[in-house]
T-cell receptor
Framework: DAKTTQPPSMDCAEGRAANLPCNHSTISGNEYVYWYRQIHSQGPQYIIHGLKNNETNEMASLIITEDRKSSTLILPHATLRDTAVYYCIVSSGAAGNKLTFGGGTRVLVKP | DVKVTQSSRYLVKRTGEKVFLECVQD?????MFWYRQDPGLGLRLIYFSYDVKMKEKGDIPEGYSVSREKKERFSLILESASTNQTSMYLC???????????FGDGTRLSIL
């Protein structure tokens, strides 16, 4: 599975949009991009995933570049409860579908 | 919403004990997974199962075994607990390999 690169941390103002970048320059054609977050002392929470089209759900939007080498997770109106570590993962979904969590981005939403 | 329930949030056991960690999901998912999470090492896959009575080794199966007798339940067994198995253990499930995995809240296991 391809490796991802994310900034280690970022701050965001409450009520503003949070844009979280992820680089996956070695992604292959059958690999999906998944985003998860983990709030302290809880299990990872699924946010959104996509293959090549942009996706939106009730939690966030996922923008994938045309060459698929990078993506951005957008939290449209960050709240204090969005403070967490956000993980960008690529996976082919083959048998086992192992998710490899890297260091993630520690997001702090400030009032 | 998918619900993945792990039997204990915190567990303390002694070296040499046989330890059972239980996981139940309520969404009729085919695939179930056990990971452990350690600071600086991220999540590492221990075992996974894609059907009842089926199991496959992940990246770090040594010292562990699993059991899947029913579709909704996936058990992780530490045959003889050791201190290096002190960790956060996370169970996950998914309907299909390309569908997202949904995680439980984890069991923080301490081996003394």
């Amino acid at each position: 599975d391809a490796k991802t690169t994310q900034p280690p941390s970022m701050d965001c103002a409450e009520g503003r949009a949070a844009n979280l970048p992820c680089n996956h320059s070695t992604i292959s054609g059958n690999e999906y991009v998944y985003w998860y977050r983990q709030i302290h002392s809880q299990g990872p929470q699924y946010i959104i995933h996509g293959l090549k089209n942009n996706e939106t759900n009730e939690m966030a939007s996922l923008i994938i570049t045309e060459d698929r080498k990078s993506s951005t997770l957008i939290l449209p109106h960050a709240t204090l409860r969005d403070t967490a570590v956000y993980y960008c993962i690529v996976s082919s979904g083959a048998a086992g579908n192992k998710l490899t969590f890297g260091g993630g981005t520690r997001v702090l939403v400030k009032p | 919403d998918v619900k993945v329930t792990q039997s204990s949030r915190y567990l303390v056991k002694r070296t040499g004990e046989k330890v059972f960690l239980e996981c139940v999901q309520d969404m009729d998912h085919e695939n179930m997974f056990w990971y452990r999470q350690d600071p600086g090492l991220g999540l590492r896959l221990i075992y996974f199962s894609y059907d009842v009575k089926m199991k496959e080794k992940g990246d770090i199966p040594e010292g562990y075994s699993v059991s899947r007798e029913k579709k909704e339940r996936f058990s992780l067994i530490l045959e003889s607990a050791s201190t290096n198995q002190t960790s956060m253990y996370l169970c996950a499930s998914s309907f299909h390999p390309r569908q997202p995995q949904h995680f439980g809240d984890g069991t923080r296991l301490s081996i003394l």
